[in-house]
C-alpha cells in the first residue's frame, strides 16, 4: 500500500477506462470514504448519487458542452452534491477529493468533472441539464461529477519539475 505522499504523487486524472465494471464492495468503499470526509461542525451537508446506468452516465457526460464527453465510457459516474449550508460546496468538493484518492488507492482512475458555470450543447446551463437527467430537488446543489473505472492508460507520476514552489507563499504574500 502506498504511503500518503506516494499516493499524492501517483495519482492522475484518468480519461481513459476499461470497460471492467466496479465490484459493489469498491463502490461500498468509496462511498464510505465519502461519507467519512470532513464536513464543517460535521454537518454532512453533501449527498451522492451513484450512477451505474449506462444511458444516464452518458446524458451526464454530454450535460455540458464539452470537456466531458470522454466520461461516457466510464463504468461510473459519482455526482456530488450538497444542501444549503454556509461551507456545503465546500465539503462537497473535499469529499470528491476524498474520493477521488480511494479510488486510487483501489486501483481505479477518476477525473473530477467541473460543472459550475459550464453550458450544455443545449443551451441551459450544465447544473439545470443534471437537475433534469438525475430529477433532483430544488434545495439540492450540485458540486461536480467524478468518472470512476479501471484505468486504460497510463500517465507518469508527478516529479519535484511539477511542483511550482513560487505557487507558495510565507506569512504574507
Known amino acids: 500500500m502506498e504511503n500518503f505522499s506516494e499516493l499524492i504523487k501517483n495519482r492522475r486524472s484518468m480519461r481513459k477506462f476499461t470497460d471492467e465494471e466496479l465490484t459493489q464492495d469498491e463502490v461500498v468503499a468509496l462511498m464510505k470514504a465519502a461519507l467519512m470526509s470532513p464536513s464543517s461542525k460535521r454537518s454532512n451537508s453533501w449527498q451522492f448519487i451513484v450512477v451505474d446506468d449506462k444511458e444516464i452516465i452518458k446524458k451526464l457526460a454530454h450535460s455540458k458542452e464539452s470537456g466531458a464527453q470522454f466520461a461516457e465510457n466510464a463504468p461510473l459516474m459519482i455526482v456530488t452534491l450538497y444542501h444549503e449550508y454556509p461551507t456545503g460546496e465546500d465539503d462537497a468538493c473535499i469529499a ?34 443534471i437537475r433534469e437527467i438525475l430529477n433532483l430537488p430544488k434545495d439540492i ?17 508527478y516529479t519535484e519539475k511539477d511542483m511550482d514552489m513560487t505557487k507558495v507563499h510565507f506569512n504574507k504574500w
Not at 97 to 124: D, F, M, R, V, Y
Not at 141 to 157: D, H, Q, V
Open 141 to 157: 446543489y450540485i458540486s461536480n461529477m467524478i468518472s470512476l473505472g479501471y484505468p486504460a492508460e497510463e500517465r507518469p507520476a
Open 96 to 129: 470528491s477529493t476524498i474520493i477521488q484518492l480511494k479510488a486510487h488507492e483501489l486501483g481505479l482512475g477518476s477525473c473530477w468533472l467541473q460543472t459550475k458555470g459550464k453550458i450544455g450543447t443545449n443551451g441551459k446551463t450544465c447544473h439545470e441539464n
